[in-house]
Nanobody, 128 residues
Framework: EVQLVESGGGLVQAGGSLRLSCAAT????????VAWFRQAPGKDREAVAC????????YYKRSGKGRFTISADNAKRMVYLQMNTLKPDDTGVYYC?????????????????????WGRGTQVTVSS
């Protein structure tokens, strides 16, 4: 059974940084994808970034490109999301999700696949 556990959320001032971690266990193979999604209050959940563990290929939504960096440590089964220059609009619950592939880049923006496994989320609050 795939299990994903997020950590690293918290309260930060605008312009600050946070690093989120996702511990991934129970994968059927060493070749999989892990994405970060977020859901702001009253809004739909949206993808933020994704990484494939075989080649560490990365996919980013335009909203986070240049500020967010996704990375993976295959040996530790960990995926990270480094978030810099945070804005109040980045506030929300951040989830990691896993599936076989990330999805596609379309017009320079990340379009995710339907992810089958999800963590419970970690709250990120950016104050102005």
């Amino acid at each position: 059974e795939v299990q994903l556990v997020e950590s690293g959320g918290g309260l930060v001032q605008a312009g600050g940084s946070l690093r989120l971690s996702c511990a991934a266990t129970g994968m059927a193979s060493d070749d999989y994808a892990v994405a970060w999604f977020r859901q702001a209050p009253g809004k739909d959940r949206e993808a933020v970034a994704c990484i494939t563990t075989d080649d560490h290929g990365t996919y980013y939504k335009r909203s986070g490109k240049g500020r967010f960096t996704i990375s993976a440590d295959n040996a530790k089964r960990m995926v990270y999301l480094q978030m810099n220059t945070l804005k109040p609009d980045d506030t929300g619950v951040y989830y990691c999700a896993s599936d076989r592939r990330c999805g596609v880049m379309y017009n320079g923006d990340y379009s995710p696949t339907d992810f089958g496994s999800w963590g419970r989320g970690t709250q990120v609050t950016v104050s102005s």
